[in-house]
């Protein structure tokens, strides 16, 4: 699991032990289909989308996952 899933799940689990919120992790793979040609993707991201390192793009590495509160 990359390092920022687990930073994820760690707030998940946070959020649903500490507070009366409820989260819900938002699908971002339209996001990663849209600019497949322009980006590498790492593909067992389980919350959002990591974007390695490449060359020809001269850009990575970043990550971003969408949290939407629900309640």
């Known amino acids: 699991m ?5 930073t994820v799940q760690a707030t998940l689990e946070r959020i649903c032990q ?14 990663a289909d849209h600019f497949r040609n322009t980006f590498n993707f790492y593909g ?3 919350y959002g989308q990591l974007v390695v390192p490449n060359l020809t793009a001269n850009f990575g ?4 996952c969408k949290l939407r509160r629900l309640k």
């Open 2 to 6: 990359p390092q920022n899933d687990g």
């Open 18 to 31: 500490e507070t009366d919120l409820e989260v819900a992790v938002e699908d971002t793979g339209i996001i």
């Open 44 to 46: 067992k991201c389980r």
């Open 61 to 64: 590495p970043t990550y971003f």
